[in-house]
């Protein structure tokens, strides 16, 4: 029997690197060949993805072609940095909040019976990420008025018309939806990301001020929450949704947008920080959703 110390091999693994473009592009063209030469992409996905910067490049990248990439980028005055992907912000899947309140100290969530789940003191929350989500349209079937099946069939019949089917009869109808507003609240130490929906958040808080309808709530709530959080960060988004500008500015195209845009803005503010720190000044926040996705 042997004795001593011995350690196992462990395989060698390059950490794997995600690229964070902060700038719009300009001229997605120009930097095709550079992106398509080093990631190995279609240059058309490249092109198409550069058009929708900034966001999260989608792939993951060993560290020559990430040097390689912001080498590149750094020429062409284009704001980006690298995250090792085990350390990139998750904020999936946030908590969905159905209770909250907006008190002097910190914002209380609750269970859906009113029990305190969980509290964040307002210089706990770090970035506040506020927009609305198109709903799908709802489908009906609308049926006709028509006469008794043997009498139509009679006069197709008359007509030398076979009987018509029956599927035929149905129209689908339309309703469009209203968008739903929704919230991501982030704080920190530790990091969680809590969820607010429009249509399924209890206002009772608000007590005197609470409004008949969602619709009429949700915009007090989300005044009364960035107010208190005054130290966090707020998203375009946010901004764009509290002085009610053009709806371009906070619209998505759903949760899972939102969540990326989010992910994507908590980065910048980030960059901001660590830019301001060292002296620099980083290029004027970005303006509405349209981020490309990870």
């Not at 395989?11 to 060949?33: E, G, H, K, M, T």
């Not at 469009?176 to 808080?205: K, S, T």
Request: aromatic residues 8%; contains cysteine; charged residues 25%.
């Amino acid at each position: 029997m042997m004795t001593g110390e011995f350690t196992l091999a462990m395989p060698n693994s390059a950490p794997r690197y995600r690229l964070v473009i902060f700038d719009a592009i300009d001229d997605p063209q120009v930097l095709r060949p550079m992106v398509c030469e080093t990631t190995g992409m279609h240059p058309t996905d490249v092109v198409q993805w550069l058009a929708r910067a900034p966001g999260v490049w989608p792939q993951p990248l060993d560290e020559p072609r990430v040097r390689k990439l912001l080498d590149g980028l750094y020429e062409y005055k284009v704001a980006a940095e690298a995250w090792r992907a085990d350390q990139l912000p998750d904020l999936s899947p946030p908590r969905t909040v159905h209770r909250a309140a907006c008190l002097d100290q910190g914002l209380r969530i609750e269970g859906l019976r009113g029990e305190p789940t969980h509290w964040v003191p307002w210089d706990r929350v770090e970035m506040i990420c506020a927009g609305k989500v198109t709903a799908e349209d709802e489908v009906r079937d609308v049926h006709k008025q028509r006469w008794p099946s043997a009498v139509v069939a009679g006069i197709r019949a008359l007509a030398f018309r076979g009987p018509r089917p029956r599927g035929r009869m149905a129209r689908a109808h339309r309703i469009p939806r209203d968008p739903v507003g929704e919230i991501l609240i982030v704080r920190r130490d530790p990091r969680i990301a809590f969820r607010v929906l429009e249509n399924q958040m209890n206002y009772a808080y608000l007590g005197n001020r609470l409004k008949s309808s969602a619709a009429e709530n949700f915009p007090i709530f989300l005044t009364d929450l960035c107010a208190r959080a005054d130290q966090a960060y707020l998203t375009p988004s946010t901004r764009a949704l509290l002085e009610r500008r053009e709806q371009s500015e906070f619209m998505f195209p759903s949760s899972q947008a939102i969540l990326d845009y989010a992910t994507h803005r908590l980065l910048w503010s980030w960059y901001r920080r660590d830019s301001e720190a060292q002296g620099r000044e980083p290029d004027q926040d970005g303006e509405g959703p349209d981020q490309g996705s990870s």
